[in-house]
């Protein structure tokens, strides 16, 4: 089973995707966008930058969790990771990404 792209409307009529993989774990989070339009251009975005291992910036969150933020080539942040226990397990999440996004359908969910 591959991964897949879950498109919803968040709060105050705005737009977010989850990038999920086979299992339907969660791997990738947007950032909200404005319009539907603008998200679905960010989850092409996020299949065209997946592939470059640069554009993932690997992090540490205040009490030291690993996570990862899929970054565009214009430097903008296109999706951030859940924090991870290891260092090897966000390695792991960051290898997901890229095995899935690139070929993911999107699902749109209406009326969430």
Not at 70 to 80: F, I
């Amino acid at each position: 089973m591959s991964g897949y792209f879950e498109l919803k409307s968040s709060a105050g009529a705005q737009f977010m995707f989850n990038l999920k993989a086979g299992n339907h774990e969660v791997i990738l989070t947007s950032e909200r966008y404005a319009t539907k339009v603008s998200a679905e251009n960010g989850i092409a975005s996020v299949k065209e930058n997946a592939a470059f291992d640069e554009r993932f910036q690997r992090k540490l969150s205040k009490d030291n969790s690993p996570y990862f933020v899929l970054l565009a080539a214009n430097g903008q942040t296109l999706g951030k990771s859940e924090m991870y226990s290891s260092s090897k397990a966000m390695e792991g999440g960051i290898a997901s990404v890229k095995a899935n996004a690139p070929g993911a359908p999107t699902k749109v969910l209406e009326g969430k």
